[in-house]
């Protein structure tokens, strides 16, 4: 393949920056739990074009996610991500037959508002946080990322409800994204979009993702668990605000 392939066309200033910026996201994630996704979109949306930054992020995120399970898979509870991989099916068989664009500040503000409940209000009831509750947290994140590109911080703070030892939660959301960002790039593909253009650039930032994961994963045994879920709802209290602030600025500033 070409060189030019390899760089999608984007300077390579660009290129390396957004491989640079998988790098150190994932580590956060690891490391913190969440926010490396919302991060990597945001910097995505400042230097790629609007129609591939969802699907190409949806790429990225599932293969740093996928490595971060494979790297912590003893940590996951595979019955939570039993109930959620249904209810994930679900939300994308269901988005790609609606697949259109909704406002994105409706999404944003949703999204946001349940994420500081979920950090900061009651525990929610233990039926919710059963099997069917799981499999309905895992049906509407999976229908909403595949527009808001948004819901990693959501699928945390839920996460969290269950589990507040932090290799137990980083382990399982990473098993859940997996499945969620995997779902996402088979919707959009299925859609018609083309990602070959653009596979160098996702093989480069998946390969990044992984060495910032492993970074990540070894500082997060030096953190204890009481420190970790602190950390986890301040940073995603931080993203739920920036959604707000997103969505009050408008698609100019987004």
Sequence with gaps: ???YDWFAGLPAGIWLLLVATACITSLLT??????????LLAVMAQVLPPQVIVPVHGVVQFGSNFGRAVLAWRHIDWRVIGAFVPGAL???LVGA???VRLPPAVLYLCIAAFILYLCWGPRLPKMALGPVGTALAGAVTTFVT?????TG??????????HAERFRTVATFAAAMSCQHGLKAA??????FDLAPWLGLMVAMIAAGAAGTWVGLHLLERIDDRHFSRLFDIVLT????RLIWQALAGPADA
């Design 1 to 3: 393949m070409a060189i």
């Design 30 to 39: 690891a490391t913190l739990g969440a926010g490396g996704g919302v991060m």
């Design 90 to 92: 679900a939300g994308a």
């Design 97 to 99: 037959l609606v697949l």
């Design 146 to 150: 595949l527009f808001a590109g948004a």
């Design 153 to 162: 911080p959501l699928v945390a703070a839920f996460v969290k409800q269950i």
């Design 187 to 192: 919707v959009f593909q299925g859609a018609g």
């Design 238 to 241: 931080l993203l739920a605000l």
